[in-house]
Nanobody, 117 residues
Framework: QVQLVESGGGLVQPGGSLRLSCATS????????MGWYHQAPGQQRDLVAT???????NYADSVKGRFTISRDNAKNTVYLQMNSLKPEDTAVYYC???????????WGQGTQVTVSS
């Protein structure tokens, strides 16, 4: 059973920064890719950023230049550095991992990010 555990969410003022962490119960290299999605109340879950096993990254247009996804293979942890946060970034942020082969997707429990003055 794969476990993804997010941490680092919270309340921050507009323009501030947060770093989310996602610790996995399995080696990061056992996944084809890992990433972050977010979901605001009443809205669908949308892609924020992904990183492949080869290190390629992809970002939603709304976060390009502000968010950075990275990983620490030794710690089996993926990070999302969020800078210049805006109120519209407020959402529950979910870590996700996509397995090789059958492409099974795993989800964490989510962490709340609130951007408000």
């Amino acid at each position: 059973q794969v476990q993804l555990v997010e941490s680092g969410g919270g309340l921050v003022q507009p323009g501030g920064s947060l770093r989310l962490s996602c610790a996995t119960s399995r080696s990061i290299s056992s996944f084809n890719s890992m990433g972050w999605y977010h979901q605001a109340p009443g809205q669908q879950r949308d892609l924020v950023a992904t990183i492949t096993v080869g290190g390629s990254t992809n970002y939603a247009d709304s976060v390009k230049g502000r968010f950075t996804i990275s990983r620490d293979n030794a710690k089996n942890t993926v990070y999302l550095q969020m800078n210049s946060l805006k109120p519209e970034d407020t959402a529950v942020y979910y870590c996700t991992a996509l397995s090789h082969g059958l492409g099974r997707r795993y989800w964490g429990q989510g962490t709340q990010v609130t951007v408000s003055s």
